[in-house]
């Protein structure tokens, strides 16, 4: 069996924050750069820059982004023991306190979920909050029932951003 693993970041959340996105767990890869969606071949922060126009060349151009756009990030899984990356993988999952999040940030008013596990998780837990849900199509490398286009396409609908330039 292998060792429990503990989130390792801090949610990314702003006194304005419209939208909360929830991933599942860090990759491995996110927990060797410290930082969300780190993966080289995960396309999270490819599409943002897309759709809103801001640059994602280092952690403070994303924060920097997540602000300007209005949107938040963290995970449902606050622990978990795992083989690899995969979402299916993930198992003994304690998820995080969203309900405490959400009280704490008044201002968020939708949460995105970027993958099946993290709406499921949501729903199983926290199905009983009154928020509007959106689900965004995968941005892992793995995914590619849907291209980049299409998937840039619905981020920026159902984030309701826009290319600022």
Known sequence: MNETLQHPFDPIVFKDTHTLILGSFPSIKSFENNFYYAHPRNQFWKILEAVSGYPVNNRDQKIWLLKETGLGL????????????????????????????????????????????????????????????????????????????????????????????
Request: some cysteine; charged content about 25%; overall charge negative.
């Open 74 to 165: 963290w995970d449902m899984i606050g622990s978990c023991s795992r083989d690899n990356s995969l979402d299916s993988s993930l198992e003994d999952e304690v998820v995080n306190d969203i309900p405490a999040l959400l009280a704490s940030y008044p201002s968020i008013e939708k949460i995105a979920f970027t993958g099946k596990k993290a709406q499921a998780l949501f729903e199983t837990h926290f199905g009983y909050i009154d928020i509007d849900r959106v689900y965004l199509p995968s941005p892992s490398g793995a995914y590619a029932a849907m291209g980049f286009e299409e998937k840039a396409k619905i981020y920026a609908e159902k984030l309701e951003i826009g290319n600022k330039k």
